[in-house]
């Protein structure tokens, strides 16, 4: 190894180090990030570590958790219970017909398999490897419960005595499921002694690991002295312009030193040299292949075939110690392409593997596509136990319509949709549509392709596949769903979706050929929607899920009136979910009571089991009944696992949901982060109604924290799009913000002005969600203006309407509204008592400090200030805890009038650590990432993750605000 002293160092340390750690190592093709690795892997073993080995592959880029089982598959049997069943822990005790372990067999190392007297796993990790690993038809655990399985997994190995070491090659063919499972165990090693992990990728190749924020270790071309001495040692005989040319073309690259003098040196000198300078220009590892390529055309055909088939099957460059998860061809007599410098014989297994991934390119590219459809068939019959693996080959060799083709894909694409794949499913399901051999079930696999590619956020392909179903109409059911999704989501339009949408279920119910039609399922079997493709009706679901979150958005009564019309009409058509949200979204006060138990059984009924655009539905029916809080842990659990596989749609909808709790339980500062992230998704993505719906969430969250200049600002951006548009949903939302935001500036006029935009004192109106949730907000308003009169009827129409029975919420606010505006000071303080006293009031913590603040004021004007210092103290603490300046002013102003004297704010600690603060200074001085990282000697992308972290805990949002957040920080730089 030459010219790599300080990365011989850097790794040295690494793998000696106590404490756990992540690395990545970034470079270039050829570089020499695998030769590191071969270091990193003998340090590791001759200090008595576990080494566990790895490489990505591209074949396998699109199957979820493909890498992460060949990364853990050596450690699973000895991690089982040991209460389990003793299956098979010897990789010989089964062979195939060849003799060669039988490694098709699923019951095979499985982590319920176990070492004798072993403590092995609990039983939460045990099950999240079971659903990854033996269970592909079972639903996939989120990203977090994985992650953490796997994290207990390595320390329970590393407690067994020995420090472990996982060393993954070619990390850029990660699939996104493994990269991000790898991503989120990196980045929790720091406290999990014996345990390191060590990666590498491609400068040149986009991967989940230019995200994960590792500490990176980047690799370089060698200086010009190295490589001439690299040169020198294996090629002393090259002539002194040979020599030359050599180092210029190869830049410095490792690979390319020690490949292109054979190039040169092997068929005439001048004619290889004119096409060395020929492709100066190109990129590096094109020219390397060209090399590659040159070896292989002078193989003979036998051999080719082999490689090619071995190439395809993703036989890693340089395989690990023991077996494989998965059996892979064996390439055999290849020692022709061994000679060549193309393989390698590894010493341990004695098995040819390809010298480098360049390789593998030029194999595939080199072959014809007979061929490669020739060599996806035998390596279909080989994965016919994988129904996934299978999936990829079949797709590739097939030509000619072939009905059992077609549905091995469709099946594999079910199991992808549940395992995280959405992207592939939908390749694997137009594939099974252009080999399906009636026009009935290519339109089918096409429509569920739209569908999948519409949940996924592919919403132009989703358009194109949906006309390709049914070419020659766009009213097709297919095709409505993917323009519907594209109108409402991108542009906001709802008054003609909802037309379109209506048009097409009524088609669809009148239909004689709709499917199902003579066999309709029970819809009272409410909670029990876990994927079935072949379910009746499903189509008319889909059209009817999408008709109802339309009317959400459009808002109005007549809109709502028809969609109810609609549902029906369709009688036992309509599903039970169907009605809950028809009911919850719509108008709680009219339809959702007897609702909020229901609710809570589907929560509480098997999630895991439904698909994530389910939950999210029956979650907003859980926001508008405000019991959302038992599931967001869920949706916190898989909102990343959403928006990583691509389905923006419903990860976008679960961070809004996620943010609407964290608002009501008083988190802010998550709600703030929670939104931002939210907001630049949907930005990115180009869905002008998310984008403008989180605009509004925040402008609620500003309004509530007393920034009423940002709050105004972004009401005025929502108001201007929404309106227009008909999106009511969201202008009651602004007028809501409008109220609150002037409540909180002591603009009592304004405040009451925007909330009778919303509804009129004493009534409701229908369909208008806000009306109930801004009950305080209009009765406080009224109450300041001399409207008291008005505000007493508003009060009495919320206990008449039933709204204590509808809500947790709305309970609280009423018994507030009925004290603030009772008629005399028995009934308010029955009813303060109710509202203070009520089983989840501590939940809505902002709405219980307003209601104390207004409990204290009323008893120190009837019974003195030291009757009211308890509800005026307890009212003062909360908004200093929430963190609303101005409800806090007006509280402590309320207990310096009743003699308590105002207590001096306690210093703000330091959360910053070090390394963190020291990024933030001198991002505050105007430097960029990238000139903060030559600094202090790290990547940009670990520098944009420390001010990720850094900026919640200075409370800020932008880099603008960095120089002030510091400023107000009075604690001494802490010593790193």
């Known amino acids: 190894m030459v010219g790599r002293d300080g990365e011989r160092t850097r790794l040295s340390a690494f793998v000696r180090a106590p404490d756990g750690q992540a690395l990545v190592l970034r470079g270039e093709a050829g570089v020499g990030k695998s030769t590191l690795l071969d270091l990193a892997a003998r340090l590791a073993a001759e200090d008595g570590q576990l080494v566990v080995r790895a490489t990505g592959v591209e074949a396998e880029s699109g199957l979820p958790h493909a890498g992460l089982h060949q990364l853990l598959y050596p450690l699973l049997p000895d991690a089982g219970r040991p209460d389990g069943p003793s299956g098979h822990t010897d990789p010989s005790s089964h062979t195939d017909r060849s003799g060669r372990p039988d490694q098709h067999r699923p019951d095979q190392h499985r982590p319920d398999q176990h070492r004798p007297g072993a403590p092995g796993l609990n039983a939460t990790a045990r099950a999240a490897f079971d659903a990854v690993f033996g269970r592909p038809d079972g639903p996939p655990p989120p990203v977090m419960a994985l992650g953490i399985a796997v994290l207990d997994l390595l320390s329970w190995t590393a407690s067994e005595g020995r420090p472990l070491l996982l060393v993954l090659d070619d990390g850029q063919w990660l699939d996104e499921a493994s990269a991000e499972v790898c991503g989120f165990v990196g980045r929790r090693l720091a406290g999990r002694p014996g345990v390191k992990l060590l990666v590498a990728v491609r400068a040149d190749t986009a991967s989940r690991f230019d995200t994960a924020a590792l500490p990176e270790a980047p690799v370089g071309a060698l200086a010009d002295a190295d490589a001439t001495r690299l040169l020198d040692l294996h090629h002393p005989e090259l002539g002194r312009q040979v020599r030359g040319l050599v180092l210029e073309q190869a830049g410095g690259n490792p690979l390319a030193l020690l490949e292109l003098p054979a190039h040169l040196v092997g068929g005439p000198g001048d004619r290889a040299a004119q096409d060395l300078l020929g492709l100066h220009g190109v990129p590096l590892p094109r020219r390397i292949q060209e090399v590659y390529a040159a070896r292989l055309a002078r193989l003979g055909d036998t051999v080719r075939a082999e490689l090619l088939r071995g190439a395809l099957d993703g036989a890693a460059a340089r395989p690990g110690d023991g077996p494989a998860p998965v059996a892979r061809y064996r390439m055999r007599e290849v020692d022709e392409a061994v000679a060549c410098g193309l393989l390698v014989v590894e010493p341990a297994t004695g ?373 227009p548009r008909g999106v009511e949903f969201l202008t009651q939302i602004a007028d809501a913000v409008g109220a609150t935001a002037a409540l909180g500036a002591g603009d009592y006029e304004t405040a009451f002005l925007h909330a009778i935009g919303i509804t009129a004192p004493g009534a409701f109106r229908p369909y208008a969600y806000q009306a109930s949730r801004t009950l305080l907000d209009l009765v406080e308003a009224a109450l300041h203006t001399g409207r008291a009169e008005q505000a007493r009827a508003h009060a009495l129409a919320a206990r008449d309407a039933g709204l204590p029975d509808l809500s947790p919420r709305l309970a609280l606010i009423t018994h507030g509204a009925l004290a603030m505006t009772a008629e005399d000071d028995t009934k308010a303080a029955a009813h303060y008592a109710r509202a203070q006293t009520h089983p989840a009031a501590e939940r809505f913590p902002f709405e219980l400090a307003r209601i104390r603040l207004a409990h204290g004021i009323g008893i120190r004007r009837l019974h003195g200030a030291a009757a009211a210092r308890l509800p005026l103290t307890q009212a003062a603490r909360a908004f200093d805890r929430l963190g609303a300046p101005a409800w806090a002013a007006r509280a402590h102003a309320e207990l310096r009038a009743a003699g308590v004297a105002p207590r001096a704010p306690a210093p703000a600690p330091l959360p910053l650590t070090w390394q963190e603060r020291r990024v933030a200074e001198l991002a505050a001085g105007g430097l960029t990432n990238k000139e903060i990282g030559e600094q202090m000697r790290l990547s940009p992308r670990t520098v944009g993750a420390h001010l990720y972290r850094a900026f919640p805990k200075l409370g800020i949002t932008t880099r603008a605000a960095l120089r002030d957040a510091l400023t107000r920080i009075s604690d001494p730089t802490p010593t790193p």
């Open 351 to 723: 098995e040819p593997a390809f010298r480098h991934p360049l390789v593998r390119s030029s194999v595939v590219q080199l072959a014809t596509p007979d061929q490669r459809r020739s060599a996806h068939r035998v390596l279909a019959q080989l994965h016919r136990e994988y129904p996934e693996r299978r999936a990829i080959h079949l797709a590739a060799a097939t030509v000619d319509p072939e009905e059992g083709v077609a549905a091995d894909l469709e099946a594999a694409a079910r199991s992808a949709t549940r395992r995280g794949g959405a992207r592939m499913a939908v390749s694997w399901l137009t594939r099974a549509a252009e080999l399906s051999e009636t026009r009935v079930d290519r339109s089918r696999r096409l429509g569920e392709a739209a569908y999948v590619a519409g949940q996924a956020d592919h919403l132009g392909r989703a358009r194109s596949l949906a006309l390709a179903a049914a070419p020659g109409t766009d009213e097709s059911p297919a095709a409505v769903l993917a323009d519907s999704y594209l109108a409402l989501y991108r542009e906001g339009e709802v008054r003609a979706t909802h037309r379109r949408i209506v048009a097409a279920v009524e088609r669809l119910r009148d239909s004689p050929d709709r499917p199902g039609r003579h066999d309709r399922y029970d819809r009272h079997d409410q909670f029990d929607h876990r994927h079935r493709p072949d379910r009746p009706d499903e189509v008319l679901d889909r059209l009817v899920s999408l008709l109802l979150a339309v009317s959400q958005y459009a808002g109005n009564g007549a809109t709502w009136q028809r969609t109810h019309e609609v549902l029906a009409s369709l009688g036992d058509l309509a599903t039970e979910r169907a009605w809950m949200y028809g009911s919850t979204w719509s108008d709680v006060l009219r339809h959702g009571a007897g609702w909020s138990r229901r609710v809570e059984l589907a929560a509480s009924a098997g999630l895991e089991d439904q698909d994530p655009w389910d939950v999210t539905r029956l979650a907003v029916s859980a926001y508008h009944l405000d019991v959302l809080s038992p599931l967001r842990p869920y949706l916190e659990r898989v909102v990343d696992r959403e928006l990583d596989t691509g389905a923006m749609s419903s990860g976008i909808v679960m961070l809004h949901l996620v943010l609407l709790d964290q608002l009501a339980l008083g988190q802010w500062d998550a709600a703030e982060r929670t939104g931002h992230r939210a907001l630049a998704l949907a930005t990115e993505r180009g869905h002008g109604l998310f984008a403008h719906q989180t605009r509004a969430y925040l402008a609620q969250l500003a309004a509530v924290r007393g920034r009423t200049a940002e709050a105004r600002e972004l009401q005025a951006a929502v108001d201007a799009w929404a309106r």
